[in-house]
């Protein structure tokens, strides 16, 4: 069973660019949830999404970002105009949805390293 | 959502040395799960707790979770160089139909040779 893919592991922007972040959750799970990590901080909640819906944005700028998770395909977080501040790691997770009392491991990716110039 | 809180963000220790982390609410949680990432890595799942009072052990690491379910400790018995990352603890906010990970700053653990 392959673990969470993301892709690419590395992408270099010059600013005003697009950025495209790919995630493939691991088969049989229904939840994506995007992370952005600046380097010597923790893990900043950006948005959840389950097949064709947005569940959770709180975590996005109002301006720039966008997530979706179609239904067919990888999930894709998307950063128009990139600016050197949007330079971080950004990690994908997936968990499953069982019925239940709660308390989903949440199974990360290794990452996609964004550099803007 | 509920906060978990993780402070100091730093600590380096002696190899062999025990080591001990906290993870703290002002409220009482229904879980609390524990990350490790390595240097350049990406969070991996250690455990999940849900019972007040909770013991699990793996290997060298005990996690503990308080009585009040409001704290959560992670120790490390004699310290080894491969237990160098940083420890996130975790909320999951269940709210019947969803699931959402609050994560606290983490702590970065050092070991000197």
């Known amino acids: 069973n392959a673990g969470v893919m993301q892709n690419p592991r590395h992408l270099v922007r010059r600013r005003g660019q697009e950025a495209r972040l790919r995630c493939s959750p691991m088969?049989?799970?229904?939840?994506v949830y995007w992370y952005r990590q600046l380097p010597e901080e923790g893990l900043k909640f950006m948005v959840y999404?389950?097949?064709?819906?947005?569940?959770?944005e709180s975590g996005m700028p109002k301006e720039r970002f966008s997530a979706e998770f179609p239904k067919e395909g990888p999930s894709i977080l998307r950063i128009q105009q990139v600016v050197r501040g949007d330079s971080a790691a950004y990690f994908c997770?997936?968990?499953?949805?069982?019925?239940?009392?709660?308390?989903?491991?949440?199974?990360f990716g290794p990452g996609t390293r964004l550099t803007v110039t | 959502g509920q906060q978990v809180m993780q402070i100091p963000q730093y600590q380096h220790v002696q190899e062999g040395e025990d080591f001990t982390t906290y993870c703290n609410s002002s409220?009482?949680?229904?879980?609390i799960q524990w990350y490790k990432q390595r240097p350049g890595g990406h969070p991996v799942f250690l455990i999940q707790?849900?019972?007040?009072?909770e013991v699990k052990k793996q290997k060298r690491l005990t996690f503990q979770f308080g009585e009040a379910k409001k704290n959560s400790s992670l120790h490390i018995t004699a310290t080894q160089t491969t237990d160098v990352g940083t420890y996130f603890c975790?909320?999951?906010?269940?709210?019947?139909?969803?699931?959402?990970?609050?994560f606290g700053k983490g702590i970065t653990l050092s070991v000197r040779p």
């Open positions: 088969k049989g799970h229904s939840h």
């Open positions: 999404l389950q097949k064709e819906n947005i569940i959770d």
């Open positions: 409220t009482t949680l229904s879980n």
């Open positions: 707790l849900v019972k007040s009072g």
């Open positions: 997770a997936s968990s499953p949805f069982l019925s239940g009392a709660g308390g989903y491991e949440q199974y």
């Open positions: 975790a909320h999951d906010n269940y709210t019947g139909a969803n699931s959402k990970l609050t």
